[in-house]
């Protein structure tokens, strides 16, 4: 049983129940080679925390050990009282060219060894495998994944996504895998990639696995041991990782940091002060295979507790773009989301911490591209004859701009857009995240900058406005007015909240929250709107920190009256809606489905199966979660429709 925590893009902080205590992920299982200890299982528990290892069963099923460990037992054997994951050995036998044990076999001794994860013997594609040999080799995946779960009873299965690099197959086997009663999923034809710096084929290759594969599964990323990638693998979904590289690299003479490798006979000063580096010499680094070893393991789980932290704070994005700095391949990666934006949009939450921009990429934050997407679907502009360009500037726009503004409404009937990086901004959404929550450079690079005049020219395409000026000065605003003279008779407070309500709720929504007379609570100190309160009744507060509605149930009322079902709901069971029409929050195994539309952190319906609405309320997870986690909140309540 997995159970997500906390988030941020698709990463998240999780937890996996096993036989033998819970493991917190993302997690890094080290490599134990039970002939060859580097470092004991008992000091990777004691000194650096591990919660979790992982061991090659097929290797013991092969050594001399094959039966002291079936009599004793896994954990007694490795003097490990946490989790044990095995691998089957489908690597191995691969790069040796022969297949000695059955999968049968190497599942029933993963079983007697008391394995708390076991994996099915896969059938290993490398990445130029011809999509013939790929086909066979999912089909026989499958295949086996299947005769498995018999086999396998008691242990958690680990099943493994194959396909080599043709998306679709990788797709079609994790969908495969994902219907059938497995614990865990692994990534697996990965590691060539790896070594040859192919991380633009490696995200394309998670992603097509994330797609097929559910998300209340724990996602192990197999051979993944060198930190620079986790923070793309993570951020991306996977939450488990296995290292060898802490003991490989050693042995090598290689010392791996969080931006690559140095070869520590070129060492001439000891930048690290983990507790393996603290007060060493190169010299005693260079002769201390040991030593070098908990180096790299240690720097190996640092860059995973600052993921955890940046999960934490809603900056993982912000933590993956500064680490892909670290080599071009990576940086091609990054580049590479962007192909996958549709997809990641979906699990992004609505809204995040502040978001620096760090180069050209950030323009393609999901966040980013859900702030163009909604006004492309869902904005309607105020009657105006003109329109005026602002150029990009400091935010919030309306401050910056607020005596242009002015000076435009009386003189001129035209509404002002700012061409921000992200998008073209109508100047009534400048509070909405991510916009006033942005910190750009002041010189913006030309790919951002000619990307924001593409999206600028499309705004302007769809016509809402017979004139648009650019802003070139004082004397733009006359010009402005020559041709639309004012004033513009858009009252700004209502043209703000019917803009943001159709952003988040969809169109619709502002006409059917605000009919009625609508009166404004302001705030004392900064005069911005605080509560929207129509024919006497409180329907939303807007929230100061990102610019949004906070939905009161009048206001859910109102919605759920206006927009036709899915729209906003989700539809629990009848077990649940009695404790929810109570204030109870919504736990996703009473979820029965929920609108496609809904995002991490929207303000949602909660409705029974009868449409009748029973609370209003912030949802925690996307529709695909809703409908998979056994555990977990689905929705946090905010108001019952039975008050008190
Ligand atoms: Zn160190």
Not at 52 to 70: D, G, M, P, V
Not at 191 to 212: C, H, Q, W
Request: with cysteine; glycine share 8%; hydrophobic share 40%.
């Amino acid at each position: 049983m997995f159970e997500m925590k906390e988030r941020s893009g698709l990463g998240r902080i999780g937890e996996l129940r096993t036989n033998h205590g819970v493991v917190e992920t993302p997690a890094l299982m080290p490599v134990v080679n039970p002939s060859n200890l580097v470092i004991t299982p008992k000091d990777l528990a004691r000194q650096f925390g591990i919660q979790i290892l992982i061991t090659n069963a097929y290797i013991i099923w092969k050594s001399e050990l094959r039966q002291r460990f079936l009599d004793d037992g896994l954990h007694r054997a490795l003097d490990f009282e946490g989790p044990i994951m095995t691998d089957s050995g489908a690597f191995q036998q691969h790069v040796y060219g022969r297949v000695d044990v059955s999968n049968e076999d190497i599942v029933r001794y993963q079983v007697a060894l008391g394995a708390d994860l076991g994996t099915v013997l896969d059938v290993f594609s490398e990445p130029d495998d011809k999509r013939r040999l790929c086909e066979e080799a999912v089909e026989e995946t499958l295949r086996r994944s299947r005769d498995a779960v018999e086999w396998g009873e008691g242990m958690g299965l680990v099943g493994t996504v194959q396909g080599g690099l043709h998306m679709d197959l990788r797709e079609y086997c994790a969908r495969g895998l994902a219907e059938l009663p497995m614990r865990v999923h692994a990534i697996g034809g990965v590691v060539p990639l790896m070594e040859a710096y192919r991380f633009t084929d490696l995200i394309d290759v998670i992603v097509a696995s994330k797609k097929g594969l559910r998300p209340d599964r724990p996602v192990h990323l197999f051979g993944a041991g060198h930190p620079v990638t986790f923070g793309l693998a993570v951020l991306l979904g996977c939450d488990l990782f296995d290292s060898a590289a802490y003991v490989k690299y050693a042995q090598d003479g290689r010392m791996i940091t969080r931006w690559g490798t140095t070869k520590v006979d070129e060492l001439a000063y000891v930048s690290c002060n983990c507790p393996a580096c603290h007060s060493a010499s190169p010299k005693e680094l260079q002769e201390d295979v040991g030593r070098l070893a908990q180096h790299n393991l240690y720097v190996s789980l640092q860059e995973l507790e600052e993921l955890k932290q940046a999960i934490h704070e809603g900056s993982l994005w912000e933590h993956v773009e500064r680490r892909c700095r670290a080599h071009p391949s990576l940086l091609d990666a990054l580049k590479g989301l962007r192909d996958h934006v549709g997809f990641l949009e979906r699990y992004e939450s609505l809204v995040g911490g502040t978001l620096f921009y760090t180069g050209p990429e950030s323009v393609w934050r999901p966040v980013a591209y859900r702030f163009r997407q909604r006004m492309l679907k869902r904005y309607s502009p105020p009657r105006a004859e003109g329109v005026l360009i602002l150029p990009e500037g400091a935010r919030p726009y309306t401050r910056t701009y607020s005596n242009t503004l002015r000076d435009l409404f009386q003189k001129a009937d035209a509404h002002a857009v700012v061409r921000s990086v992200f998008g073209p901004v109508p100047v009534e959404l400048d509070s909405v995240y991510p916009i006033a929550q942005s910190v750009i450079p002041s010189d913006l690079d030309l790919e951002a900058v000619e990307a924001s005049e593409v999206l600028l020219r499309e705004f302007l395409r769809r016509g809402y406005f017979s004139v648009g000026i650019l802003w070139e000065g004082e004397a733009t605003i006359d010009e402005l007015a020559s041709k639309a003279p004012g004033p513009t008779a858009v009252d700004m407070d209502m043209q703000k909240c019917q803009a943001i309500a159709n952003y988040q709720f969809g169109p619709g929504a502002a006409d059917a929250l605000l009919e009625g007379k609508v009166e404004f609570v302001k705030s004392k100190k900064t005069k911005k709107i605080r509560n929207v309160f129509v024919d006497g009744e409180h329907v939303l507060s807007l929230r100061a920190r990102d610019g949004l509605f906070t939905m009161k149930l009048a206001g859910g009322k109102r919605l759920h009256g206006a927009l036709r079902p899915p729209k906003l709901r989700v539809v629990v069971n009848e077990e649940s809606a009695p404790l929810n029409r109570e204030g109870k929050n919504v736990f996703a195994k009473f979820v029965v489905d929920c609108d496609d539309d809904i995002r991490p952190l929207d303000e949602v319906l909660v409705v029974d199966g009868d449409d009748e609405l029973v609370a209003i309320g912030r949802a925690l997870m996307n529709r695909e979660e809703m409908r998979a986690f056994e555990r977990g909140m689905a929705v946090r309540v905010r108001e019952g429709s039975r008050l008190p």
